[in-house]
């Protein structure tokens, strides 16, 4: 099981001293917090992208280009990479060279993002978000695996004899998730082309993605990629912790009521009921993970949000530090004893990707 840290990057007041970060203290926190997450045996540091106030990951690659540098052994990833309103060849460029100064620890996240205007920002078109998503990708695809594109679709004006440079590292392109709230269509999608299906469910009950990623391994299986039980699910999720849970309880709570996307709806306690937020000792966090088995099946990749809502840098660190020492080293065993053998343990990396593409290689 891959664990790791996904953060949206918003600038959002700190509701007890009422401080705003700057722009660039925000940027700086996130490449801390990626930083961090491979010093606490995390494995994964994904970012998101957004275009728009208060957010600031606007360019997704050069944060994780500047984070390769720092770091290791870090799997780097996209919480959200716009495949509706960013050209296709742009990502096929941008994320190979990524591969690049990487060493291959590159995947990323596929989504339509959840602010409206950004379509016509980039000269889109809201109504035609399922079909630019389908269509993109279907290009994304085809540059990352042919050397030579011919291409004309509705979108975007067309190839001709087109090779999209640098080619992806070792000839293996990074492995994609489609990420998906609401849509059917992308499900599909996933399952069509035998990726991972990326289930972000920090707003909505538990029974809704049930449906979504049933439907991702239904289809995972009728395309002949494996069974449904193999097919590679991933889930968010968010946490405050404390040592005790009355303590977790008490400091979270003013952040809680006043983010603009928690504040002033449910109580504390009717979102932790109906959604993966757990505000509690690491145990607790623990016990409620484990549950997520028993509502959608073995799966390969648990994300959390830990840097949101106006918490300061230092109080992100230390959750850090707590999930790395008393939450995840449980969750790894815990997990991998239930998991049958048959299911992949982790997402796939490009070392076992590149490996499995030489095999194929050589029995031709």
């Known amino acids: 099981m891959q664990f790791g840290i996904f953060s949206v990057g918003d600038v959002t007041p700190d509701p007890t001293t009422g401080r705003v970060p700057s722009e660039a203290e925000r940027i700086q926190a996130m490449v801390a917090i990626a930083e ?3 010093e606490a045996g995390l494995d994964v540091f994904a970012t998101g992208e957004h275009h728009n106030p208060p957010f600031v990951p606007s360019s997704p690659t050069t944060m994780l280009g500047y984070v390769a540098a720092r770091t ?3 799997i780097l990833s996209t919480a959200t990479t716009l495949i509706t309103t960013n050209d296709p060849v742009k990502i096929a460029e941008d994320f190979a060279m990524l591969q690049h100064l990487a060493g291959g620890r590159v995947d990323l996240m596929m989504g339509r993002g959840n602010t409206a205007p950004v379509y016509p920002w980039f000269g889109k078109d809201i109504r035609d978000g ?3 998503a389908i269509e993109n990708y279907h290009l994304l695809h085809r540059l990352w695996r042919e050397e030579s594109v011919d291409w004309e679709g509705r979108f975007r004006t067309p190839l001709q004899s087109f090779t999209s440079t640098p080619r992806p590292l070792d000839g293996v392109p990074p492995f994609v998730w489609h990420g998906s709230i609401r849509s059917p269509e992308i499900a599909e999608q996933a399952a069509y082309y035998g990726d991972g299906f990326f289930a972000n469910h920090i707003f909505w009950p538990k029974e809704h993605f049930q449906r979504l990623i049933g439907l991702y391994r239904q289809r995972f299986e009728h395309y002949g990629h494996g069974s449904a039980d193999q097919a590679i699910v991933g889930l968010g999720g968010q946490v405050f912790m404390r040592k005790n849970s009355q303590d977790a309880v008490r400091e979270f709570r003013p952040y809680f009521d006043n983010a603009p996307v928690y504040g002033h709806g ?3 306690e009717e979102f932790t009921a109906e959604t993966p937020l757990t505000v509690g000792s690491p145990q607790e966090v623990i016990d409620k993970t484990l549950t997520f088995r028993d ?3 073995d799966y390969q990749r648990q994300l959390f949000l830990m840097d949101h809502a106006g ?3 230092k109080t992100v660190l230390e959750q850090i530090d707590l ?5 995840v080293p449980v969750l790894r065993k815990e997990f991998e004893a239930l ?3 048959h299911v992949p343990a982790t997402a796939p990396t490009h070392a076992e990707r590149t490996r499995a593409a030489q095999i194929t290689e050589e029995a031709r």
């Open 72 to 74: 290791e052994r870090l």
């Open 130 to 132: 399922i079909d630019l």
């Open 339 to 341: 998991r049958p053998a």
């Open 36 to 38: 961090k997450a491979e």
């Open 311 to 313: 918490l300061p840098l």
């Open 323 to 327: 999930l790395g020492e008393e939450v």
């Open 266 to 268: 449910p109580s504390l």
């Open 295 to 297: 509502s959608f099946g």
